[in-house]
C-alpha cells in the first residue's frame, strides 16, 4: 500500500463516523503506514473541542507542516492551474511528493491541479464529508 495524504474531506469523514474511513485507516495502520495530514487541512478541519473522533485519528497521523518549498510548489500549481485553492494545491503537492494517494470527497480539484503540471496524482474518494471552512 502506497502512502496516504487526508484532505479535509477525509477529516471531516473521519468525525462523522464514516465506517469505510475508519477501516482504510485502521489497515494502512496495521500496514505500517502513517497518513500525513498537512497542517492546512488540520487548520480547515479543527473548529475545537469536542472533536473526539478526529482526535483518535489524527494520533495515528503525521501532522507535516508547511515549509518554503511546498508553499513555493502549490503556489505554482495554483498559477499554472489558474486557480486559487492553496490548501488542495498543498495536499496534491504533498501527495506526489510522497507518491502517496490522496483520500479525498472532492478528486476533481485535486486531479485538475495534477493535471495542469502533468503529474500523476491517485486520488480515493471518501463518502460521507462536506466541505467548510
Same mark, same amino acid.
Given at each position: ?9 477525509? @477529516? ?7 465506517r469505510r474511513l475508519w477501516v482504510l485507516h ?27 473522533? @478526529?482526535?483518535?485519528? @489524527? ?20 498559477g499554472v492551474a489558474g486557480t486559487s485553492d492553496?490548501? %488542495? ?8 511528493q510522497h507518491g502517496a494517494i490522496v483520500f ?10 495534477? %493535471? ?18
Amino acid at each position: 500500500m502506497p502512502g496516504i495524504v487526508y484532505d479535509t474531506g477525509a @477529516l471531516l469523514a473521519a468525525e462523522r463516523r464514516n465506517r469505510r474511513l475508519w477501516v482504510l485507516h485502521d489497515e494502512a495502520l496495521a500496514a505500517g503506514i502513517t497518513p500525513i495530514v498537512p497542517v492546512v487541512v488540520l487548520a480547515q478541519a479543527w473548529r475545537g473541542g469536542p472533536q473526539a473522533e @478526529l482526535s483518535q485519528l @489524527l494520533e495515528g497521523c503525521h501532522i507535516q507542516a508547511d515549509d518554503e518549498a511546498i508553499g513555493r510548489a502549490a503556489g505554482i500549481a495554483c498559477g499554472v492551474a489558474g486557480t486559487s485553492d492553496v490548501v %488542495d494545491a498543498i495536499v496534491m503537492v504533498t501527495a506526489i511528493q510522497h507518491g502517496a494517494i490522496v483520500f479525498t470527497s472532492d478528486p476533481e480539484d485535486l486531479t485538475y491541479l495534477a %493535471d495542469a503540471l502533468s503529474k500523476k496524482l491517485t486520488a480515493h474518494v471518501v463518502e460521507g464529508s462536506q466541505r467548510r471552512c
